[in-house]
Each structure stands twice: as structure tokens, then as C-alpha cells.
């Protein structure tokens, strides 16, 4: 098993910064992939990036290309989601979640594990 937990959610007006972490722990030698997602009311869950956690090879959804940044810290078993820019549709449920397989994904129903999820909202 594997538990993750995030933080740095809140309330930011458009034009914002802010800093999404997810802690790992458990059995975190098992995951090759951690990635963000969201899901924003009346839609469904979205790949928003992703890291492989050898190599540090990293993917973004093209809402998000050039504004969001994803890094991981294998020390502190920690991966981070820096958001700046931020306009009112990245207002979303934001999700860390881990996955086990060896072949790269953005799909959602093949991550492993998730967290609780923590709330971002964007106002215009």
C-alpha cells in the first residue's frame, strides 16, 4: 500500500501562484509514476502532469503546458505541483495519485493510488 497526502490548496485570485505537495508513504518503492489530476464540478477527473520518478522524465496536459510545473524529491518522498498563472478554470479538486505499472500513463482508472484530494480555487 501506498498513502499519499496533499496540501497547499486554498483560495488565489487569477494570476496567482500556488504550491500543491503530496507526501508518500508506505510501500513508495513500488510506484514509477506519480501524477496531479483534478476534477472540477459536473466534469470528469483530468490528467493535469505527471513525473516518472526514475529519471524525472515529466508530461503536462496542454491546459497547463508552460504555466504548471512538476517535480518530485525522492529524499523526502514528496511530489510538488507548482501552479502560476492560474486562470478560473484551473478551479478544480486537485488529486495526487501513484502508479505501479512500468508503462507510462495518463489515465486515471490505471493509477494505483490516490489521496483525499485538496480544493483550488480560482477567482476572475
Known amino acids: 500500500q501506498v498513502q499519499l497526502v496533499e496540501s497547499g490548496g486554498g483560495l488565489v485570485q487569477a494570476g496567482d501562484s500556488l504550491r500543491l505537495s503530496c507526501a508518500a508513504s508506505g510501500r513508495t518503492f513500488s510506484r514509477n509514476t506519480m501524477g496531479w489530476f483534478r476534477q472540477a464540478p459536473g466534469k470528469e477527473r483530468e490528467f493535469v502532469a505527471g513525473?516518472?520518478?526514475?529519471?524525472?522524465?515529466?508530461d503536462y496536459a496542454d491546459s497547463v503546458k508552460g504555466r504548471f510545473t512538476i517535480s518530485r524529491d525522492s529524499a523526502k518522498n514528496t511530489v510538488s505541483l507548482q501552479m502560476n498563472s492560474l486562470k478560473s478554470e484551473d478551479t478544480a479538486v486537485y488529486y495526487c495519485a501513484a502508479d505501479t505499472a512500468v508503462a507510462y500513463s495518463r489515465e486515471s482508472n490505471k493509477y494505483d493510488y490516490w489521496g483525499q484530494g485538496t480544493q483550488v480555487t480560482v477567482s476572475s
Open positions: 513525473v516518472m520518478w526514475s529519471g524525472g522524465v515529466t
